[in-house]
């Protein structure tokens, strides 16, 4: 594929709003999660959680769409001047050749959750209809966070949203690319928002994936997963001309479907392996560039282990690796913008984040995982994301030096 540029990106996670506060946690190996006090939810699991969400007020012309998803969504696009630079591309190229692409899981559910609370009463006492004030297209539907940001920044160009759980936010990078290669649109708003919900919390817990500990990704007796939210946006556009120094690009997509089971990985990584060979071949280039490897790494005992032989019979074992998910949580799915920008990060400021929590690594997973930050400078990492149902997606990004 034709490299693509990411003009400007922005993250926000438990760890802080904006690049400056999620860097600085990650660089002092800090993580931020804590024990789960969200909501009515009462189980022995660790969170994730972004500061300042439930003080989020949308425009009154937008309070249709008022959910914790898109005051999230709200909240993220206003750090590291990223509206600006939407706004400085609308005035380049027009609003309706801007496109717009964001993956999340659950969207808007919570609001869902609680209209079921607020249910009125029938003749009988019985819960009957929702409230009327309960907004289902603009919150919980799927393509609400997406409805919102494209009224949030004015944006008439094509728009959708990937909800593919936890590769759903590294999809959308295909997206936008594929319609910038095709002419019908001159650059693209890609991303991911997922918040905190019961849903997605008891959900997991019935799976037997939440771990009572911080997440330790790639651990020796590691657990399961800690849930966070998140929020992660980048504006991508074709290189023009010769790109500055510390220009970050899109240079390979690959994706993979192996549908081997609903809720389990292939226990050989097959998927995944066809995901990472795709985007090697996409950005044209061999395993022995990549400098860096953000690990999908949930922290569960199959999921890590069938990466972990992925990554092996893709890269071998010299390859630098880690998973920041027990730093930020499992974002699901914001969890593939999350990290492409976690690897911006990192490529740009020279250091490759360890993975924390973790105190020794499986010896059965055989790679070269980060328990200390490496101070180095690579060209390019790569970017693991694997959800639910075999959907795989690996993002080649590189770095201009």
């Known amino acids: 594929m034709q490299p693509l540029e990411l003009k400007n990106y922005t993250l926000s996670t438990c760890l802080g709003l904006g690049l400056d506060a999620n860097w ?33 007020a949308l425009r009154a012309a937008l309070s249709d769409f008022d959910c ?21 591309a609308i005035a380049e190229f027009g609003a309706d050749r801007i496109g717009l ?46 409805a919102f940001v494209a009224a949030f920044l004015g944006l008439r160009g094509p728009a959708l949203t990937v909800s593919s759980a936890c590769s759903s936010s590294a999809k959308v990078f295909g997206n936008a690319a594929r319609m910038i290669e095709a002419g019908v649109i001159d650059a693209a708003v890609v991303g991911g928002v997922d918040t ?47 790109p500055q120094a510390g ?21 050989e990584g097959l ?20 400098g860096y490897i953000n690990l999908h790494g949930t922290a569960t005992p199959s999921n890590d282990a069938a990466e972990g032989r992925a990554v092996n019979a893709v890269f071998g074992s010299h390859t630098a690796c880690s ?21 911006a990060l990192a490529m740009t400021r020279d250091t490759l984040p360890a993975g924390i929590n973790t ?23 790569l970017n693991n994301s694997f959800g639910f149902g075999g959907s795989n997606c690996s993002l080649v990004l590189g770095v201009v030096r």
Request: proline share 5%; hydrophobic share 35%.
């Open 323 to 343: 998973s920041t998910k027990g730093a930020t949580g499992h974002t699901l799915g914001a969890a593939g913008g999350v990290e492409a920008v976690i690897c």
């Open 101 to 146: 692409f964001l993956g999340t899981s659950t969207s808007g559910i919570l609001q869902t959750e609680l209209a079921y609370r607020r249910r009125e009463l029938d003749a009988e006492g019985k819960p009957g209809a929702l409230p009327p004030d309960f907004r289902y297209a603009e919150t919980h539907n799927t393509y609400s966070v997406a």
């Open 196 to 242: 905190l919900c019961l849903t997605t919390l008891y959900g997991f817990n019935s799976l037997q994936l939440l771990s009572p500990e911080p997440a330790q990704p790639y651990g020796e007796g590691r657990q399961g997963i800690s849930i966070g939210e998140g929020a992660a946006f980048a504006l991508l556009g074709k290189v023009q001309g010769t």
């Open 247 to 267: 220009a970050v690009l899109l240079c390979g997509v690959g994706e993979s479907s192996d549908a081997h089971h609903m809720s389990s990985p292939h226990p």
């Open 24 to 56: 600085q946690k990650l660089s002092a190996q800090t993580g931020n999660l804590k024990a789960c006090d969200f909501e009515t939810v009462e189980l022995p699991t660790w969170i994730g959680e972004v500061p300042g969400v439930d003080d989020v």
């Open 68 to 88: 914790r998803n898109n005051r999230l969504a709200q909240l993220a696009l206003q750090q590291d001047g990223f509206m600006e630079s939407v706004q400085a």
């Open 271 to 290: 998927g995944a392996q066809m995901a990472m060979k795709s985007a090697l071949e996409s950005a044209g280039i061999t395993p022995d560039r990549i």
């Open 359 to 381: 105190k020794v690594v499986d010896t059965a997973l055989d790679v070269d995982y980060l328990l200390q930050n490496r101070a180095t400078k690579i060209d390019y990492a």
